[in-house]
């Protein structure tokens, strides 16, 4: 199974910039894509950015298009999420989430079988 572990949250201002960072250290299986999610207290996940592992096609909200851009590793074992002219609006927790199988949407939570434990990104006006 996967072990998801974020890293690379922290506090911007408004237009600057973050690189969260998801490295999967599970060896037990084989991950058909993962994905970015962001969740504020009080409502659902919402998919930031996915990238499918092998054929490294990707995928955005269109909240983010534009400013993110999602790529993995060569090793294919570490995930990043670019966060460009940030607002105050992207303020969340990020998770990484990985899914064994293709199965779903790639933005949508339930495709997802792991998730990691989050980092917090916080964007002051």
């Known amino acids: 199974q996967a072990r998801l572990e974020e890293s690379g949250g922290g506090s911007v201002q408004a237009g600057g910039s973050l690189r969260l960072s998801c490295r999967d250290s599970?060896?037990?299986?084989?991950?058909?894509?993962w994905a970015w999610f962001r969740q504020v207290p009080g409502k659902e996940p919402e998919g930031v950015a996915a990238?499918?592992?092998?054929?490294?096609?990707?995928f955005y909200a269109d909240s983010v298009k534009g400013r993110f851009t999602v790529s993995q590793s060569p090793t294919k074992n570490t995930l990043y999420l670019e966060m460009n002219t940030l607002a105050p609006e992207d303020t969340a927790k990020y998770y990484c989430?990985?899914?064994?199988?293709?199965?779903?949407?790639?933005?949508?939570?339930?495709?997802?079988?792991?998730w990691g434990q989050g980092t917090q990104v916080t964007v002051s006006s």
């Open positions: 599970g060896s037990t299986y084989s991950r058909y894509s």
């Open positions: 989430a990985a899914a064994a199988n293709y199965g779903g949407a790639h933005l949508v939570s339930s495709t997802y079988d792991y």
């Open positions: 990238i499918t592992t092998t054929s490294g096609n990707t």
